[in-house]
């Protein structure tokens, strides 16, 4: 009897106690989740009726992982599943969600192959076939290097007498994606090099001033039909020519860009706009350095409305750090707004992730990658504090050599502490993804907790406009047109249709 009553005090002990394990664990995990990027948001019903539809698909896809691993294709290299996510209802669902902004994109970079196969065939286009491959717009062969010999484009075409094969070959040269990643990429310096030779090979094409406008005119079009309302476009601002041979300096492209944007606004007012960040080469003097910052006031000044700030670009290890134009960049710093590219590394302790304190230092507005934040937790806490945005870019990390597995990306850590983070697509037509929605979908599925629903894309939209470079006016401009977009998304969505 006595032993009984023992073992039922144990009994009930042991239930109570491990009752409130439970409540304990539970608390743990709500709160924790309280925490993360969006975590705290509430939905109204009708968002949550979406939200459930999206969650039950979401569940489906990751449950099927979990399960099969050797199916999870997610973990594989981004060429290998780009065309089969498109089949994904996530993915359907996040190609019609409003997405806000596009803040870290680069000029020749949005559009893809078949947009550029498409400028092949306008009049006046040459084509040199030497040990690289030149192209340029003229009204008579050009007097360029070359090789081999240069013919027009439309007779090369024509002599080739087999005009699919011709496009074919000529198309390999305006992407990055291949049947053989593994093969072909087997570390950053071979992913890199096809990356430059990318803008290399396409930069003379597009810097023909007509194609030039048209080219920024239609990524316009495409942000847009991608539901996306604002962008902030990067450039280099190559010197733009005329048929003719007429060169003119990088501040007339500057003036193109803001040609185009009010073209495009006019014609489509439910447009935010863009505006330009200068971003040419780190890989540079100080003098040429001087002269970069000195051309950025000068963009200032003539068209402040368009224009954003100064970064510096290129592959961050083997370009030069910031740290080595700090006295330029420091006197500047009072004229010119940062949004510098910084960490977007694999290293730890080197000048890389280092620019990232650099970067801070000389207060940058937003930071282009941020990959290495992580290693720093005091450059961590001044982010936190000074609110400077993150631009990921999932995609182009993965395309460009810096992780595999996107379930092991930073940013799964940055959602869960909810930092400042803005998702873009760095250069979507380079690796042919659909501008923002592979970015999107790769975070949301892959990256982000299996549980972050609508609250964690909602903020993510919302964040991309808080940490533009739209004055205040203009800001409450965007988050109105957002929010009429975003509820006509949630007002006519239709699970089934999906
Ligand atoms: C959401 O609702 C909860 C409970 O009503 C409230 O405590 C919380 O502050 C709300 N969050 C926001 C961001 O409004
Ligand atoms: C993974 O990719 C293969 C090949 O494209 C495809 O057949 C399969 O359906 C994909 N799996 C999932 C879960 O999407
Ligand atoms: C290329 O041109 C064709 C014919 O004008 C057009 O139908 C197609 O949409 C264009 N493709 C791109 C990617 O712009
Ligand atoms: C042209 O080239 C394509 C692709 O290489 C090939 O499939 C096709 O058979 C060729 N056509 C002719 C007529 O040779
Ligand atoms: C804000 O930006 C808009 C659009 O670029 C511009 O028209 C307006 O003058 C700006 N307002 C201020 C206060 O700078
Ligand atoms: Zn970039």
């Given at each position: 009897m006595r032993e009984l009553l023992i073992l039922t005090a144990l009994f009930v002990y042991t239930t109570c106690d491990t009752k409130d394990y439970k409540n304990k664990r539970t608390k743990l995990i709500q709160d924790e989740f309280k925490l993360t990027l969006g975590g705290n948001v509430n939905l109204t019903d009708k968002e949550t009726a979406v939200n459930n539809c999206l969650m039950r698909y979401k569940i489906n896809e990751l449950d099927y992982g979990f399960e099969h691993p050797e199916y999870?294709?997610?973990?594989?290299?981004?060429f290998s599943f780009r065309e089969n996510i498109k089949k994904s209802k996530v993915y359907k669902i996040l190609k019609d969600m409003?997405?806000?902004?596009?803040l870290h994109v680069h000029d020749m970079g949005i559009l893809g192959p078949d947009y550029l196969m498409n400028i092949t065939y306008m009049d006046h286009l040459y084509v040199c076939f030497g040990s690289k491959l030149l192209l340029q717009f003229a009204h008579s062969q050009p007097d360029i290097a070359c090789t081999g010999k240069w013919q027009l484009m439309k007779e090369a075409r024509r002599l080739s007498n087999n005009v699919t094969k011709f496009d074919a070959d000529l198309r390999k040269?305006?992407?990055?994606?291949?049947?053989?990643p593994d093969v072909v990429y087997p570390s950053i310096t071979e992913a890199w090099k096809a990356f430059m030779n990318f803008f290399i090979t396409v930069a003379p094409m597009l810097s023909y001033r007509p194609v030039w406008e048209q080219y920024f005119y239609d990524a316009l079009k495409m942000f847009r039909e991608n539901n996306i309302l604002y962008v902030e476009v990067r450039s280099i601002l190559p010197n733009l020519y005329e048929l003719d041979g007429t060169v003119y300096a990088p501040l007339i492209t500057a003036m193109a860009y803001k040609k185009t944007i009010k073209r495009f606004v006019e014609d489509y007012p439910d447009f935010v706009g863009a505006k330009l960040i200068y971003a040419p080469s780190r890989k540079v003097d100080t003098k040429t350095v001087n002269e970069y910052l000195a051309l950025a006031k000068l963009i200032k000044r003539d068209m402040p409305d368009y224009f954003a700030g100064f970064d510096l670009v290129g592959q961050e290890d083997i370009g030069n750090p910031l740290v080595d134009f700090v006295p330029e960049l420091l006197a500047a710093s009072k004229e010119l707004n940062y949004f510098f590219h910084a960490g977007?590394?694999?290293?730890?302790?080197c000048q890389t992730d280092e620019n990232l304190v650099d970067a801070i230092l000389l207060g940058t507005k937003r930071i282009g990658h941020a990959y290495a934040l992580l290693k720093h937790p005091l450059l961590l806490r001044d982010v936190v504090h000074n609110d400077i945005g993150l631009e990921i870019n999932v995609v182009s990390n993965t395309v460009l050599s810096l992780v595999r597995d996107v379930r092991n990306h930073p940013l799964s850590m940055f959602l869960a502490l909810d930092l400042p983070v803005v998702l873009s697509s760095d250069d979507p037509g380079v690796w042919e993804a659909d501008v923002m929605t592979d970015d999107y979908y790769l975070a949301f599925?892959?990256?982000?907790?299996?549980?972050?629903d609508l609250r964690m894309l909602k903020t993510l939209a919302l964040n991309s406009l808080k940490y533009s470079a739209l004055n205040e006016t203009s800001r409450v401009v965007a988050f109105e047109k957002f929010n009429n977009k975003w509820n006509e998304f949630i007002n006519n969505f239709d699970c089934s249709k999906y």
């Open positions: 999870f294709n997610l973990s594989h290299h981004y409003p997405k806000g902004a596009a040269h305006f992407t990055l994606v291949v049947d053989n977007e590394t694999d290293w730890y302790g599925v892959a990256v982000a907790s299996k549980v972050s």
